[in-house]
């Protein structure tokens, strides 16, 4: 890295220009905030504009910082600290801070305790959702994977059934409920099986489709020229909004020999595979949005809850770099094991 490169302030790094011991959490939010999203770096002894002013006293000042957040983080970070010399002999202090495991990473001082994010090149509070993403990836656990408060023998699973005999040609056997995660040894629901449910409980699992007139979501004297709204399990959410973009999309078509052939105006693969990744990968501890299908003249727009899985922002990111993880892996494995993903 170098650091007369550096340009301003960014997703992975911050600048500071002095170590300012009396007032620590102007630095701390940041060790914080890169410990509970994806890592980053903190480079002391730059201004906010970028200017390089180095530090008079950095050994000393190394150590007030490794000092500080071993008692004002918690739990403490990993992180490796060192010096930079600049080719005008200024002193630089790097603070590069890893993605922590142990999430929520918090800071504490004066009576309170905070947790933050870091978003675009800021690092903000962590809201309660944001939260409850964190304890989930410091406790190495998803929110499908969760227990319930429902009662297993209150729900049946004929979709499911169905899906599993269409594709095997198989009865479905009464122990996957829990082997595949669906149900515990208690007699409760997890998650993922309240979702796949007949009846699901979950009522904000919903997908909202829509066929609008025109090119926008203002198409003049009639906006909508088609609209529905499905609840229930996953299943029944996916072979829905399947069905309402088949019987809204156009097919041409020109006559052969023998036949004819038949251009549909979306190919079925890929929209479906966009359905599957839709419901299976959501966030769904976002309580105040549903998939939605939204079908235009000119296009095909399938919209799922929650932003990348690590809290960063995809333009932040390489995308060539961008590991596959899944948010819901029980959900993934069922979806897999029922024939709708690879």
Known sequence: MKIEELIGEATEYDNKKAVEIKRPKSWCKSISAFANTAGGILIFGISDTGDIIGLEHAEKDAENISEIIKNRIIPTPDFLLRFYKTSDNRKLIILEVHKGEETPYYYSADGTTEAYMRVGNESIPASATDLKRLVLRGRNSSYDSLVSSYNAADYSFSKVRERYKTWTGKSLPEESLISWGMQDENGKLT?????????????????????????????????????????????????????????????????????????????????????????????????GSEVHVDMFDDRLEIYSPGGMFDGTRVQDRNIRRIPSRRRNPVLADIFDRLGYME
């Open 191 to 287: 998650n993922a099986g309240a979702l796949l449910a007949d009846e699901s409980p979950i009522r904000y699992s919903r997908v909202f489709c829509t066929r609008w007139n025109g090119l926008t979501k203002s198409g003049g004297v009639v906006d909508a020229l088609d609209h529905q709204e499905y609840s229930g399990s996953l299943i029944s959410l996916l072979n829905n909004a399947e069905t309402f973009i088949k019987v809204n999309s156009k097919t041409i078509w020109k006559k052969t020999d023998n036949s004819r052939l038949e251009f549909p105006e979306y190919v079925h693969r890929s929209y479906f595979e966009a359905l599957v990744n839709a419901f299976v990968h959501r966030d769904y501890l976002d309580y």
